[in-house]
């Protein structure tokens, strides 16, 4: 009984000093800055998705082979490799810099995967054959979809998961996920960002549009995420939406975000 009512003590205690963190303003806004970075990077690879995917499906030829895509950072381009069905050929190529909508270069030759490309591959499997285990609790609601980003981190990889909306006039906040893995692709560490899914009207049925969107963060995960970051980039230029903002009791106000500038600020009220 003596140990369990230590035990209570230590899970009491610990939860008030989590609940008692402190930022100084320069602490804040190094950490901001490295959370921006990491969210425009997540773009960069989800637009080069995008992009790609649209022209493959476009392509008759390439279209009746799709069986996937891999895309990745290399210098300064973002690529995005289209493979064949059973995933053992490269069908396809297209490649991106600075946030360009069109690629800057297409290559529909066929070719094999390059040492990279087979481990992003082999990787992004092995991580899908975990996902199926309840403790994770990964899964997305009707109508909506979900996409996995993989960035090389030290000698593992983020294995970023972002919900996507086939609907328009919303922009998925929410039901984000990243997963930590090895180079073998076995899950390290996960983190869930957002407790569910926070679809955001950007119009309504009546007519009227959406010209700010705002969602609270749980005092667990009190900072923006990049995934916030990541869908808002990739939405708001169908909407008109310039920016949006994440209120957090422990940062002490709002952190907003302006896509058109790529700002990100802290402040204690919404102007």
């Given at each position: 009984m003596k140990q369990i009512f230590f035990l209570v003590l230590i899970?009491?205690?610990?939860?008030?000093?989590?609940?008692d963190i402190k930022y100084t303003d320069s602490e804040i806004n190094k950490k901001l800055d490295s959370i921006k970075a990491e969210g425009n990077l997540l773009f960069l690879l989800e637009n080069s998705s995008w992009q790609s995917t649209d022209l493959?499906?476009?392509?008759?030829?390439?279209?009746?082979?799709?069986?996937?895509?891999i895309t990745y950072k290399s210098n300064d381009t973002v690529k995005t490799v289209i493979l064949n069905k059973d995933k053992s050929l490269v069908i396809a190529e297209y490649s991106f810099?600075?946030?360009?909508?069109?690629?800057?270069?297409?290559?529909?030759?066929?070719?094999?995967?390059?040492?990279?490309?087979?481990?992003l591959k082999n990787i992004r499997a092995k991580l899908i054959s975990q996902l199926s285990d309840p403790k994770y609790q990964v899964g997305a609601p009707e109508g909506f979809s979900l996409n996995i980003i993989t960035i090389p981190f030290e000698t593992n990889y983020k294995n970023y998961i972002i919900t996507g909306a086939s609907e328009s006039n919303v922009i998925p906040f929410g039901n984000d996920y990243i997963f930590v893995t090895d180079k073998e692709g076995n899950i390290i560490s996960n983190k869930k960002f957002h407790s569910r899914l926070i679809p955001t009207m950007t119009a309504m049925p009546e007519g009227s549009i959406m010209t700010m969107?705002?969602?609270?963060?749980?005092?667990?995960?009190?900072?923006?995420?990049?995934?916030?970051?990541?869908?808002?980039?990739l939405y708001a230029p169908?909407?008109?939406?310039?920016?949006?903002?994440?209120?957090?009791?422990?940062?002490?106000?709002?952190?907003?975000?302006n896509y058109k500038k790529d700002t990100l600020v802290k402040a204690k009220d919404i102007k």
């Open positions: 899970l009491i205690s610990s939860l008030h000093l989590a609940q493959a499906r476009a392509n008759k030829k390439i279209s009746k082979n799709f069986g996937g895509y810099k600075n946030n360009s909508k069109k690629p800057v270069k297409e290559n529909i030759s066929q070719r094999n995967l390059n040492s990279d490309e087979a481990a969107s705002t969602h609270s963060h749980l005092k667990t995960n009190p900072f923006i995420s990049a995934t916030d970051i990541c869908t808002f980039r169908f909407t008109k939406l310039e920016e949006f903002s994440v209120y957090s009791s422990i940062v002490g106000g709002y952190m907003i975000y």
